[in-house]
């Protein structure tokens, strides 16, 4: 099983600053990862697939980079609306397994 | 666009089967390229993948749930069923059904499904 790792588990962001999240898979997933952001109440929105490609009405704030075991979401200037739970997800050689990494929270600095 | 909504019970007794169902609406659940997927949340934790389904019947499950789970499709009703036997405490949890792309959009709102006598 490919286990992700994302870091930090929080970060701590003033509006109108850069994030930077983090995810580190155990074993190359090449570029078939994703980027979730899940707020309290409602289920998880797609953010990013292919590590970097942004989903439909994503914002262009929101950018991904990385490939093999190394993944990074960037948020360029935290929007009050971003402020969430972040998830990535690996789906390397599927239809296998899908494994997601453990969050990161997000929250007002 | 392609909506997906979660039913089934929102209380299972311990030992009993979880059964839900996701039905899908604004597309065709035979639609090919897709997987319908089956993901878990507990509470106040994070995502669990439990298992897809291609429009064909072909399944692929999470390892450490494939003894208790069976995933099914009704291309008729353009819905696909979750099933998870012997359940306990540790099933309590918001389910939720999406599709994958890859990247799984859309989710359905999800349904807490609560394990308990």
């Known amino acids: 099983e490919i286990v992700m790792t994302q870091s930090p588990a929080t970060l701590s962001v003033s509006p109108g600053e850069r994030a930077t999240l983090s995810c580190r898979a155990s074993q190359s997933v090449s570029s078939n990862l994703a980027w979730y952001q899940q707020k309290p109440g409602q289920a998880p929105r797609l953010l990013i697939y292919?590590?970097?490609t942004r989903a439909t009405g994503i914002p262009a704030r929101f950018s991904g980079s990385g490939s093999g075991t190394e993944f990074t979401l960037t948020i360029s200037s935290l929007q009050s609306e971003d402020f969430a739970v972040y998830y990535c997800q690996q789906y390397n050689n599927w239809p296998p397994e899908l494994t997601f990494g453990g969050g990161t929270k997000v929250e007002i600095k | 666009q392609v909506q997906l909504q979660e039913s089934g019970p929102g209380l299972v007794k311990p030992s009993q089967t979880l059964s839900l169902t996701c039905t899908v609406s604004?597309?065709?659940?035979?639609?090919?390229?897709?997987?319908w997927s089956w993901i878990r949340q507990h509470p106040g934790k994070g995502l669990e993948w439990i298992g897809y389904?291609?429009?064909?019947?072909?399944?692929y499950y999470n390892p450490s749930l494939k003894s208790r789970v069976t995933i099914s499709v009704d291309t008729s009703k353009n819905q696909f069923s979750l099933k998870l036997s012997s359940v306990t405490a540790a099933d309590t949890a918001v389910y939720y059904c999406?599709?994958?792309?890859?990247?799984?959009?859309?989710w359905g709102q999800g349904t807490l499904v609560t394990v308990s006598s």
């Open positions: 389904i291609y429009y064909s019947g072909s399944t």
């Open positions: 604004g597309g065709s659940i035979s639609s090919g390229g897709y997987y």
């Open positions: 292919g590590a970097s």
């Open positions: 999406a599709r994958h792309l890859p990247g799984f959009d859309p």
